[in-house]
């Protein structure tokens, strides 16, 4: 006989999947106390999976629809997710089209989104005794001595109990296991060296000077020592890196005390949140320019939730933020630091360190127990200051007051793959709205949108016109690279001009930026008789060579094959490598220059956690003389003594198929010209391109933005584009190409009658197939002043359900891009 429980209470909850509604769930009567919105639940979803989900809201009635299933286990103590944190989750779902169980998984670390098909690993450096835990704890343990690894659901079958959450987590908690994902990323907490003086010798004067005389005949071992009891008055614990740099001594030195007793080694796990006492705090002055923008600044605030700051380069906007940051930690708020790159987050941290003190950093090149760390210390109100990339908007913000985005304008801000597409400017502005904060936009080039915005008095605008400490502009010129073919005044993609104004800046012992936006070896190889390249088995596009391993790429699939010695189409074996990559310059420069220092910054070379910081520290540090680079090199870096950046190929930047080309193109050649001639020396800029009388170089050596944006703006307006239409473009993917046409053709008759003039397709893009999916854009203006975006996209989910009900196109991937950039 079927047993009937009677519920006082239901929630509706989030899970981690990419589902179109909430789930509702009963709440058996033993957990009523322990339910709160925001709380991670376990639950049952579909016949044998089991999810932590999140729970969205509470209600005392049940679903008409279907008998709601029994929530398992109430998993957190307090929630990991609050009420701000899911508004802003429920806006990003509807605004960018998504579901919000996308949004969700953009939004949480691994490891709270655990399901019964989790993997979990014991922590092979976990040198505790089991035996000290509880029985369940026990049994998951003992377990791992069988096996390697272990699902969710062999925990179930372990404990024979209806939630194992509990357990789980604890383990987890101690770090006697880890989500299998979590311990393939690497995860160890993280250690440095540290210095300790012998205690009798520290707390001994006569002791002291017995040891001095002892090292008398070895005078490093005496500056070491030195500088460790220099060090020891402002700090309490020496990094062992900081007592070498001050002395400025060998390892083999302090190998050498430690022999003699008179120093220790000690590794200490170090917190990932940065501090600085607040004694050694460094101070600056504003100027008379920076202080009237932060007057104007507040002034803006009293009335309007957005200010733009438009500073050139090197005009000291980041003194301006650190005062703006200052104010709110006085008042107890959060600030949020959002940055476009992980690469400027090194330069940066050391900066807000000496000025302000403790900041947490937050982005994609942490592993999962990282963020959690981060994430938990968010939550808590701990942490006051987070920099971090855009996925730093989902943190548990407790009293966010500023949000400050620099860089504004940078394309990196966009989320393209997976769902949710949003861009984190525009989020980061929702998000401010949620918590009552104020946002503040920085750029020395702002987005055409933003700056209409401004403009128009939506947003606060303030200029900074001048460099900081009255630094002179770098001097920018432009070399034909026509002219340079023409006299045979060119070797591997550098003019001789440019090649004879870097040994010029390498004789005066100063630095080199150069800046290529192509990554690998060889664009392509081509044969040299019949023309014929080797192309990517999954995509419409030519393969790259990458020299370093010998093979060639795909930069869209990921496919790799060994490189083709022969021509594929006639056989011949005279292959030819075309164009020229990151890979290749950094070769041919250190031919050209053979006693340079030169670094690459690319894709390839920073995959590491800290690849980025490891080669800024690298030129910081006078490591390297020359770094070439892809765009990486272009954003908001400072560097002391580079005095000349040169651009090798402007040209592939403007002849793209975008209505923004020209714009990223401006904005991307002057920010890499701020990277030349930064505080006491005026820089040289050299930029290469074919036609040197596009329109782009008058923007560029007036340096008159004012004019750049109002040709832009008229262009805009003659041809429907942002900021004077919303975008809303509708990708379909199918690995039948008649399938995609044929979907394709529909959608756009459909929305066609819907939105006549509005709609613009199906097009065939420029790589029309990318991992053996063809692919159609269908692009929608929507005029910026009509009142039914609700509506328009109601109507497009409308007709992408129709879509899908014809059996041909089951198979069918549809993406929708609100405000494609």
């Known amino acids: 006989m079927e047993t009937f429980h009677t519920y006082n209470i239901y929630v509706q909850v989030i899970l981690p999947l990419s589902l179109p509604k909430l789930y509702t769930y009963a709440v058996p009567i033993s957990l009523e106390s322990e339910i709160q919105i925001g709380k991670r639940i376990e639950v049952q979803f579909g016949k044998q999976k089991l999810y932590a989900a999140i729970i969205y809201s509470i209600s005392t009635s049940a679903p008409t629809a279907y008998v709601p299933k029994e929530l398992l286990a109430v998993i957190d103590e307090q929630a990991i997710v609050s009420q701000e944190q899911l508004n802003f989750w429920t806006w990003i779902a509807n605004y960018y089209m998504c579901n919000i169980g996308d949004v969700m998984q953009a ?5 709270f989104k655990l399901s019964s098909d989790t993997y979990f690993v014991k922590n092979p450096n976990y040198e505790g005794d089991i035996l000290a835990l509880d029985d369940d704890e026990y049994q998951i343990a003992s ?190 708020k959060q600030v949020l630091y959002l940055l476009p790159e992980i690469a400027l987050t090194a330069q940066l941290v050391q900066r807000l360190e000496k000025t302000i003190g403790a900041v947490a950093v937050y982005h994609s090149k942490y592993n999962n127990a990282e963020r959690i760390e981060i994430w938990n210390k968010v939550l808590r109100n701990e942490s006051k200051i987070i920099l971090g990339a855009r996925s730093s908007v989902f943190l548990p913000f407790q009293n966010l007051g500023l949000i400050i985005v620099d860089e504004e304008h940078d394309t990196s801000y966009k989320q393209y793959e997976p769902a949710p597409r949003y861009h984190c400017r525009d989020a980061a502005i929702y998000l401010a709205k949620v918590y009552q904060a104020k946002v503040l936009l920085g750029s020395a080039t702002p987005s055409i949108e933003s700056y209409a915005n401004a403009k128009a008095g939506k947003y606060g605008l303030v200029k900074l016109n001048n460099r900081y400490g009255d630094v002179q502009p770098p001097q920018i010129q432009f070399i034909s690279l026509n002219e340079a073919h023409k006299k045979k005044e060119i070797t591997t993609g ?58 060639l790429r795909c930069h869209y699939c990921g496919y790799t094959q060994t490189v083709v010695r022969k021509c594929g189409a006639c056989g011949t074996p005279e292959l030819q490598q075309k164009g020229l990559g990151t890979e290749r310059i950094e070769e041919d420069l250190k031919i050209m220059f053979p006693s340079a220092k030169i670094g690459r910054m690319d894709y390839d070379t920073v995959k590491s956690k800290h690849g980025h910081q490891k080669i800024i520290s690298a030129l910081e540090d006078g490591e390297l003389d020359i770094l070439v680079g892809t765009q990486m090199v272009t954003k908001g870096l400072d560097f002391n003594n580079v005095s000349l950046v040169g651009v090798l190929n402007a040209d592939a930047l403007l002849y ?63 041809y429907h584009y942002p900021p004077y239409t919303r975008l809303i473009q509708i990708t379909l993917k199918h690995k039948d190409i008649k399938n995609t046409i044929e979907a394709a053709n529909k959608l756009y008759t459909y929305l066609d009658t819907k939105f006549p003039g509005w709609v613009i397709g199906p097009n065939a893009p420029i790589i029309q197939k990318i991992n053996n999916y063809y692919i159609r854009d269908i692009l929608i203006k929507i005029p910026r002043d009509t009142k039914e975006l609700s509506q328009v996209k109601r109507n497009i989910q409308h007709a992408i359900e129709g879509l899908y009900q014809f059996q041909s196109f089951k198979q069918l991937r549809i993406t929708i891009d609100v405000d494609v950039y």
């Open 143 to 332: 377990a791992f001595e069988h096996q390697e690894e272990i699902t969710l659901n062999d925990i179930f079958a372990i404990l024979q109990k209806k939630t194992v959450s509990k357990p789980v987590k604890n383990l987890m908690a101690k770090k006697i296991i880890y989500v299998k994902e979590t311990l393939h990323e690497k995860y160890t907490p993280k250690f440095d060296t540290f210095v300790l003086l012998n205690t009798e010798i520290s707390n001994n004067k006569q002791l002291l000077k017995a040891t001095f005389d002892s090292i008398s005949k070895y005078p490093k071992q005496e500056i070491l020592l030195l500088a460790y009891l220099d060090l020891s008055k402002q700090k309490e614990y020496i990094k062992r890196a900081e007592l070498l740099k001050k002395a400025d001594v060998s390892a083999d030195t302090l190998k050498s005390l430690v022999k003699k007793n008179i120093f220790t080694l000690e590794e200490r796990i170090v917190d990932r949140i940065h501090t600085k006492d607040a004694e050694q705090l460094n101070t600056y002055e504003l100027s008379i320019e920076q202080n009237q923008a932060l007057v104007s600044i507040h002034n803006y605030f009293l009335e309007k939730e957005v200010c733009l700051l438009q500073g050139i380069t090197s005009s000291g906007k980041t003194l301006v933020y650190i005062d703006l940051i200052k104010e709110q930690i006085a008042q107890g």
């Open 656 to 718: 793209y198929p975008d209505f923004r080309a020209i714009e990223r193109a401006y904005q991307l050649l002057m920010q890499v010209s701020g990277r030349a001639g930064r505080r006491e020396k005026r820089g040289n800029v050299y930029i290469q391109m074919g036609n040197v009388h596009h329109v782009i170089v008058d923007y560029i050596l007036e340096d008159n933005f004012e004019k750049f944006y109002s040709t832009q703006l008229q262009e805009r307006m003659q």
């Open 107 to 111: 939004a949480l670390p691994a490891y």
């Open 494 to 551: 550098i003019t001789y001009l440019l090649r004879d104004e870097i040994q010029k800046t390498l004789d005066k012992k100063e630095q080199v930026i150069l800046f290529q936006n192509r990554r690998g070896y060889a664009p392509y190889i081509a044969c040299s008789n019949c023309n014929w390249i080797p192309q990517c088995k999954n995509c419409d596009v030519s393969l790259t060579y990458h020299k370093y391993t010998d093979d």
